[in-house]
Structure formats: C-alpha cells, structure tokens
C-alpha cells in the first residue's frame, strides 16, 4: 500500500467514523441521563432517513428544507417515543423499560417494512454532493468532507450547550442523581425530552449522511450501524458525549482499514466492532473518556 | 407426607402427559404433531430464556445466537462423512470435522456444551462490569453469528446452510428434553443458587452486601440458559432437517421474549401457560396476514401484520400488566388442592 492510498483508506474512515460518532452521541446521552440502553435508535436512525427521502421525493423540498425537515420529525418521535413507552416505567424495574425499548426497536421496523416494503430505495442525491475532489490521486468524494465536518460542527454545538447553558448543566446533573436534580427545583421531564430530542435528530443527521455515501435505504438499515454506534459509545466512555465522537471515530477508520490490509477478511467487517466492544469491556469497561457512573447498575 | 404426596402427583401427571403423547403420535395428523414438537422446544428454550431474564433479571437477547451454535454442532456431528463430502461442494470440510460422526443423543449433548462454552466466554466480560451490557453484547451476537455462519464455509457450508439432516426429533426426544429441562431448573430455582438468583435480581448492591458472589450466581444462570438452548437448538435442527444462516433471525428471540413477559417474569408456570398460548395463537393469528372476510366486507392480508401485533402486545403488556398471567408465583401442588377444597365448601 502506497502513501496515497493509505490516506485514501483515511479519508474513508474518518467519513465513515463520523456516521458512527453522530448516532453513538445519541446512545450516550440517553444512557448517560436514564442508564437506558435506548434499541430503537438505530431505528430512529432509520425513520429520520425515510423522512428526509420522502421531503425530497414525495413533498419535492429542496435537500436542505428536508434535512431540516427530517431530523425535527426524529427529535419529535424520540420524544413521543420516552413519553409514551419509558417515562411510564421510570420507577419500575430497569428490565421493563429494557423490554419495551426492544419492543419500540421491533415495531418501527415492521411497521415501516409494512408500510413501505423491504425493497431498498434508491436514496436521491443533491448535486452539490454527487462530486468529489482529486487531490494527488487521492479520492475526496465530497460526501466524506461534509460529513466529518458537520459531525465536528454539530459535537461543539452539543458542547458548548452541554457546558455553558442551564439546560447543559441539567443534563449534567441528571446524569449524576435524577432525584437530587428534581429536588433542586429542576424540571427533569423537560430536560429528559430534550435529551431525546437532541440524540434523535443527530441520528437522522447521520442516517442521512449515511445514505448519500451508501444511497440504498431499507427498514432494516439501523440495525448494523446502531450496533456499532453503541460499541463506540461504550469504547469512548458512555456517557460522554465526545468519547462518543472519538470511539465512532476509532471504529470507522479501524473497520475500513482491517478490510483494506486484510482483504480476506472483508466478509467478517461486521463482526468487527463487535470484537471491540468485547475487548473495551474485558481490559477497560470505562471506556477512553469514561468515569465510573456510580458503581454497578 | 405431603412432600411425598407431592412427588407423587408430580410424577403422576409427568406418565400423564406421556401417555397423552402415545396417544398423540399414533392418532393425531402430521400438522398437529409438528406443533406439540414446537411447544416442547419453545417451553424448553422460553424456561431456560426466563432463567437469566426472569429469575436472575438480566436481560438478555442470546436465544437466537445460541439456538444457531446447538443447531449447527449437532447437524454437523449427526450427518455422516459421505453426506458431509456430498454437501461441501464450494470449499471441502476441515480436517478432523468432516468424518467425525456420533449418535444423536451425543450430537445435542455436545451442542449443548459448546453452547455453554460459549455463553461463558461471552459473559466473562459482561459481567464483570455491568450487566446491563449483557443484552447489547448478546443481541450483537445473533448478527456475528449469522455473520460467521456465511462466511466460515470450510465449518458451515456458507449461505448454502446443512441439508438432509437425519429426522430424530419426535415427540419423545422433545418433550423427554422440555420435561427434564423444567425438572432441573426448576430445582435450580428452588435451590440455594436460585434464591440467590432472586437476591441479585430485586438488589444486586443488597445481595452483594449479603456475601452472595453475584458474578458466578449470574454465571451459574446465564451458562445453564445457554446449555438447554443449545440442546433446543440440536432439536429444531433435527426437526426440520435443514438449517440454514437465515433460519435464525432476531424474531426467534422476539417470540420467546413475548412468552416470558406474558406468563409472568421469574415464573416458570406461567411460562409453560404462555408458551402453548403463544406457540397454538401463533398459528391462529396466520389469518391476519391473509385476507379477511368480515359480513360483506373483505379486508386485504397484510404480510407482516403479525410482527406488528406482536410488538404492539409487547409494549403494552409491559406498560400495563407488568406481572403477565403468574407475576413471580409458582404452581405447587398445596396450593393447588388448597383451591379445590376451597371450591368445594362453596
């Protein structure tokens, strides 16, 4: 492998990295606030994605109008989606919201095979994304310098919300003790939607991204990046939204370049993170930028 | 004496239903045959499944991982070398798997046994963190094994999946397993471990404090889980002679979470209740997925229907009726009596 080539993979990966970070920072947050492995959102993923194909196809927006369009249709439906099957179970035992989060995960995607069938459509790509760069024979599609870039943009954003606001420190502190925070006058339902809201509408940012690198979208289509996602949430330290960021990174450039060293190996690619996700756990269960959330859950 | 009067009636009703299924198989049509086998593997793998969840309340996605591993281990030891050598037509079989050949009862033994092998390798790290991480780790699992089973051709014969396994599974095998299946776990439950089980599942920081070793009770619950679906696993396998990376998807374990949940969390009664409930309603509810006739009126089937169905009864049974039929109680021949007696003085 040259020089140019291994940028290549690179630039591959960080693309590819920056997908996974922006869903992970959602299962970060919701796990973060609730301890709640939240499985439908790869799902919520998906929806945000069909949305954003029907703005452009059905109600014929402009891209950006059903971009926007879309990830305010997933922040709605995750917070309809926390009010209507986990809020109900805050007090109950933590295996009955675990339960009816697999049960919400199983719903939107039968739901969503009956309504619009398993044949993949093909995904519509504006023009300003259909080009690419060629920069001494390395291969910038400029899908993948959108994407790291609004994945930064978007991570300093939540930073900044999360460190320099009221609603920031809420989160903060709910993360720390839900009870401590209600006493203290804070209105924790509210703070909770947000969560939702905001981990819902970056899932749909990345599964729109990742539909104009890979323009092919199925029901189905969450299922493998949300299990990555979460792999890179729990390898950059759960809880923390720029471990998400930095595992979904680390995950993505590893993927593509083991598959490009070893290409034997391109059918096990899945199984990957998956791997990880056992390794982190084994040798340093909090993750690159994890503190311990409080013992054992 | 009522211990003994107890075991007896136990025993009474066990030659019971053998009786019943003597009958069964030599007077009752091949369909209503194939569903009395899928009850037996259903209740066997929904007990051992409510065993982690219920019992121990770890929840956990394996059943479908870890159904595939019994399968694929067992067809490979049952089928014999020539039916091996016919099959691998894209990459011959590797070295020592492709003439070992033992009896049916040896094959779901030792699928059983890499099942649980397995459970344990995959439970080490979860739990000695976390268990929360339990059902990520195992539903990640059902992909990386369909994943594995593709791709490793020279074990599994890739997406062309294992064909003319041997029929053994009749009734006798299935229910002899289901039977012997609940006997154990339920003594499990009932036994020092199981009440230690229950400890970790209502206060884990509780039990810990109490001086239970709460990583090898869970270790204890989820590796005995993983043998009994690893031996179902060898059963359907042998009941429905081909096996295939496809045949093993996430709704396996939907449906056995649905039974669980229904019957009751931590109760094995209810999930006997439950499983012949869902395995005989399943059935019934293939006519949402076909047109209906309603008056004059035809309502066109919808394909996929019943997915939706189900999932819809899953969340609202867990956001209403939390405790399914049975809640954590048991079924026991005192209380039983005691309801009769009741009756009767009415």
């Known amino acids: 492998m040259n020089f140019s080539e291994v940028i290549q993979q690179l630039v591959n990966g960080i693309s590819l990295g920056s997908l996974y970070g922006l869903v992970a920072i959602g299962y970060t947050m919701v796990y973060g606030v609730l301890r709640l492995i939240n499985f439908a959102h790869?799902?919520?993923?998906?929806?945000?994605?069909?949305?954003?194909?029907?703005?452009?196809?059905?109600?014929?927006?402009?891209?950006?109008?059903?971009?926007?369009?879309?990830?305010?249709?997933?922040?709605?439906?995750?917070?309809?989606?926390?009010?209507?099957?986990?809020?109900?179970?805050?007090s109950a035992s933590r295996i009955s919201s675990l339960i009816t989060a697999i049960g919400?995960?199983?719903?939107?995607?039968?739901?969503?095979?009956?309504?619009?069938?398993?044949?993949?459509?093909a995904f519509p790509i504006p023009k300003l994304f259909a080009g690419s760069l060629n920069i001494g024979g390395v291969i910038l599609p400029f899908v993948s310098i959108f994407a790291p870039v609004l994945g930064i943009v978007f991570l300093l954003i939540l930073l900044q919300l999360l460190h320099h606001t009221k609603y920031g420190m809420a989160m903060r502190a709910l993360s720390l003790d839900i009870e401590t925070t209600r006493i203290m006058g804070v209105n924790v339902d509210a703070v909770i939607s947000l969560v939702f809201a905001i981990g819902s509408a970056l899932a749909a940012a990345g599964g729109i991204l990742w539909s104009l690198k890979y323009p092919s979208i199925n029901p189905l289509m969450?299922?493998?990046?949300?299990?990555?996602?979460?792999?890179?949430?729990?390898?950059?330290?759960?809880?923390?939204?720029?471990?998400?960021?930095?595992?979904?990174?680390?995950?993505?450039?590893?993927?593509?370049?083991?598959?490009?060293?070893?290409?034997?190996l391109a059918g096990y690619k899945d199984a990957f993170a998956f791997l990880l996700l056992i390794l982190v756990l084994l040798f340093k269960p909090t993750g690159i930028m994890g503190k311990d959330l409080g013992g054992r859950f | 004496m009522n211990k003994k009067r107890n075991s007896l009636l136990t025993i009474a009703s066990i030659v019971a239903l053998f009786l019943f299924l003597w009958y069964a198989s030599a007077h009752f049509n091949k369909y209503s045959i194939r569903i009395l086998n899928d009850i037996?593997?259903?209740?066997?793998?929904?007990?051992?499944?409510?065993?982690?969840?219920?019992?121990?309340g770890q929840f956990s996605l394996e059943p479908n991982g870890f159904t595939a591993i019994g399968a694929y281990v067992s067809s490979l030891l049952t089928l014999t070398a020539a039916q091996k050598h016919a099959m691998f037509i894209i990459v011959p079989m590797i070295h020592p798997l492709d003439t070992l050949h033992l009896p049916f009862l040896a094959a779901l033994i030792v699928g059983g046994l890499v099942t649980a092998l397995v459970g344990f390798i995959l439970a080490f790290p979860v739990f000695r963190v976390r268990g929360d991480y339990l059902a990520i780790v195992t539903l990640g699992f059902g992909l990386v094994i369909r994943v594995f089973s593709n791709n490793a051709i020279s074990v599994t014969n890739g997406p062309l999946g294992l064909k003319g396994i041997g029929a053994y599974t009749n009734l006798w095998w299935s229910w002899g397993w289901a039977v012997f299946s609940l006997i154990v776990i339920m003594r499990l439950v009932n036994s020092g471990y199981g009440r230690a089980m229950k400890a970790i599942r209502d206060d884990e920081d509780a039990a810990i404090a109490m001086g239970i070793n709460s990583f090898k009770i869970k270790m204890i619950a989820f590796v005995t889980s993983a043998f009994f679906e690893g031996v179902a696993g060898g059963l359907l396998a042998h009941l429905i002679t081909t096996i295939s990376p496809t045949l093993f998807t996430f709704f396996l374990t939907f449906n056995l979470?649905?039974?669980?949940?229904?019957?009751?969390?931590?109760?094995?009664?209810?999930?006997?209740?439950?499983?012949?409930?869902?395995?005989?309603?399943?059935?019934?509810?293939?006519?949402?997925?076909?047109?209906?006739?309603?008056?004059?009126?035809?309502?066109?089937?919808?394909?996929?229907?019943?997915?939706?169905?189900f999932s819809v009864l899953l969340i609202v049974i867990m956001l209403f009726a939390r405790e399914g039929i049975m809640g954590q109680k048991e079924f026991s021949w005192n209380g039983f009596l005691n309801f009769l007696r009741h009756r009767k003085q009415k």
């Open chain 1, 42 to 90: 790869g799902d919520i993923m998906m929806v945000g994605t069909y949305m954003a194909f029907f703005g452009v196809s059905a109600f014929l927006l402009p891209w950006w109008a059903s971009f926007i369009f879309a990830m305010v249709l997933a922040a709605l439906l995750g917070v309809v989606i926390d009010k209507v099957a986990y809020k109900p179970l805050r």
């Open chain 1, 104 to 121: 919400v995960s199983f719903l939107l995607e039968n739901l969503f095979l009956v309504l619009f069938g398993g044949v993949p459509k």
């Open chain 1, 222 to 264: 969450g299922i493998l990046p949300g299990l990555k996602a979460f792999a890179a949430a729990v390898l950059g330290g759960i809880g923390d939204v720029t471990g998400a960021a930095i595992g979904g990174f680390i995950i993505g450039v590893s993927e593509i370049l083991i598959v490009a060293i070893f290409p034997e």
């Open chain 2, 40 to 56: 037996a593997i259903f209740m066997m793998l929904a007990v051992s499944y409510n065993l982690i969840n219920g019992v121990t």
């Open chain 2, 257 to 309: 979470l649905i039974i669980i949940v229904v019957g009751g969390l931590g109760s094995m009664t209810g999930t006997v209740i439950a499983t012949v409930m869902v395995v005989w309603g399943s059935e019934l509810l293939r006519v949402v997925d076909q047109p209906m006739h309603l008056f004059s009126f035809t309502i066109p089937g919808v394909p996929g229907m019943r997915m939706i169905l």
